[in-house]
Each structure stands twice: as C-alpha cells, then as structure tokens.
C-alpha cells in the first residue's frame, strides 16, 4: 500500500482518513477496504523513511489533525515504481506444485485434486460475478479489475484442463 | 423436468475407422438443476448434449426425460417434445436466414400453439432482456457472431422449456453482452428450469450448481459447486485471493 498512498499524495496533500476514502471511491468494492490502522502505520513508516511529511494542522473545537505531503525523495521513489516493469501474475503456481509433488507420495490422487481445484475456481469465479452484478456500472475502474480476475481465473482453468490432458 | 442418461455410448464410423465419441455415460439431472460439462475438444461434450436432445443418435444407452424413456423415439416424435420441453442453442446457432430475428424468436412459441399475441410478448421481452430490441426486423445474417448467439438463446427460450440445452452459448461474446446472458440464464435458473451446458466460459459455469469434466468421452469428475457463507462479507476479499 505504501505506493499507493504516495501516488495518491503525489495529486495533493491529504490527512490519512482522506486517502481511505480516495481509495474507496477510485476502486469501489473491487479492492479490499483499507483499514484505517493501517493507513496511519504505512504513513508512519513513509516518514520516518523521509517519503512523505506531515504538518499540523489546527482545527477549530478538534484535535489537529496531520495532513501529508510528498517529498523529492518521495517523487523519486514513486516515479521509479511507475516507470519499472510489473511482475506478470504468479507463474509458479502453488496448485502445480501439489499436483506434481503430491501424487509422487502416495497421498493424493491427480484427478482428485484437479476436480477439486476447478470447482474452487468456479466457487471464485462465482463471487466474482455477483461482485461485477453489485458494482454500480458507472465504475469503470472497479469493473475491469473484476474482469481482469475473471481473466486470470479463467487462464487458470484453461491451464487446468491442459494439466489434466497431459498428466492423467 | 429430469433428466437421466444410462451408460450412453456414440461411435461414429462414417470414416470407415470407428470413433468412439461417448464411451458409457451415466448422469442424472434433478429436476430444475443446472449442470456445466467442461472438458477438452474431441472430449464428447457436443456429442453428449446432442444426444441429450435427440439431435444425435446415441449408438447404444438408454436416455429417459421425466421418467419417460426417449432414446427410441422417432425423429419426429423427439421434434414433438423438443418443440413442447426443450431449448437448444447451437453452437452454429442454425437461425432461419431468411426470417427476421423477431420471426425466428417467435417461431418456436407459434409452432407449440402459443398465441400469437403471447408468443411476440414474450420475443419482445427476450429480445429486450439481451440488448437486441433495436435488432428485431434485421436478418440473421446482419447480425455479428455475438448478436446471432443472443438470438439463438432468445430462440431456445421462447417457450419456457422445462429443458434448456446449450451448447457453448457465450463463445462469441464480448464480457458486456456476457453480462446479460448470465443475467438471464441465472433467471432461468432461479425460475426451475433444469438446464445442462458445454461450456468452457467459467463464468457461465460458474453459475451452475454442478460441475462435469469430460475427458475421451468418460467423465472423470462430477462435483457440486460449493456455495461458501456470505461472499459478499468484504467483496473484495475475492480479488486478494488471486
């Protein structure tokens, strides 16, 4: 989350619970709502490692409240992470280990687990559509992170039945 | 309605080399479920769902349909009980060419003796539940590949089979039009129609109750699709998984 919150410092300067609800209004129901905790830990962390600044900021009748902002370092840092490539989702996957390793034991049976693992897919790709029906439509950003993990499931499924055409 | 297959067999030997397609299938369907069959091409999926419905003639096996044996059925006797139970969209989609899509939606309804009046409310409100309202007076061959496959499901569910067979009914279609077609189906569904389909969309499948692989024409896996406690509690929960 920490370059998260710096990109979203690198548009203005806001208080953690500003950021919480930047992130919640770009990404809807589609990314995990952060927990405020949270936020003041990572902020914190950003600080002390010279990324960001707070200053206090007095309010009337309130606590002040301390309102971040980007450093150079942080730009620094932020642009880096822009600019660099992105790992590609997991190609070593944890499924493919167990259906290798496993069988050679005596504990599982291939089919077994391949049966398995699809319909916990499908339990995935379920909640998935139901979470791509509750979006509001006007939400493009959430409703193509949805589709992008509907993708990559139904990549994972693809794979599984290769799996299984090859190994049984 | 249910649906029971016992040890279904298809070979076909029209290339002088026997090819056994289906090699003894047993399934029963309750009535009102809904059953996704994935597996591989050449696996005996298509073979399988023809057989289901009477379009392909199983080699030996016994099919019954509510408890009724139907696998000796004359071919129009089967054409009688498709026209009566069952839907069936093909993955060819076989739309009339020269009827316009309203005709070929309604078609089915006028044929097992639905009202005309019934027959063209329940066109318009298919046609309008798949985006296809503004497409009614084209011909099929206007139509795009996505389009055509809407119409075709429109077809087969024109009059509310107990039945609804489908063979890849979202090959063609882009993830919006995707989108009404699960809306639909899952309507169906909720409505109790028994529905069985080749799929290899796992979104589609996905709203099954239960999944079957195919592999060289035997299934080699039959589960139900679990349902977990409240999915919704953090949705995005799901994404994190991946």
Redesign the interface.
Known sequence: MRLHLLALLAKEPAHGYELKQALELTFGAAYPSPNIGQIYVTLARLEKDGLVRAVDVEQSNRPNKKVYYLTAKGRETLTAWVEEPTEGPRVRDEFYMKLILAPLTGIADRMVLIGRQRRHYLVLMRELNELCESTDPANRVALLLIEGAMLHLQADLDWLQRCQEELL | MTLKAHNLVKIYSNTGVPVHAVRGIDLEVDDGEFVAI???SGSGKSTLIHMLGGLDVRTSGEIWLDGKRVDSLTESAWAVLRRRKIGFVFQGFNLVANMTVADNVELPALLAGVSPREARERREFLLERLTLTDRATASPGRLSGGEQQRVALARALANQPSLLLADEPTGNLD?RNT?DV??LLGEVHRDGQTIVMVT????V????DR?I?L?DGEI??D??????RS??G?????????
């Not at chain 2, 290899?200 to 979104?203: E, G, K, P, V």
């Not at chain 2, 953090?234 to 991946?242: C, F, K, N, S, Y």
């Open positions: 994935m597996g591989p993830s989108r699960l809306r290899h969309d796992a979104r499948a996905a709203l099954a999944v692989s592999l080699i896996d589960g139900r699709i679990p349902r977990r999915a919704t953090t949705a995005g929960e799901v994404i994190d998984l991946r």
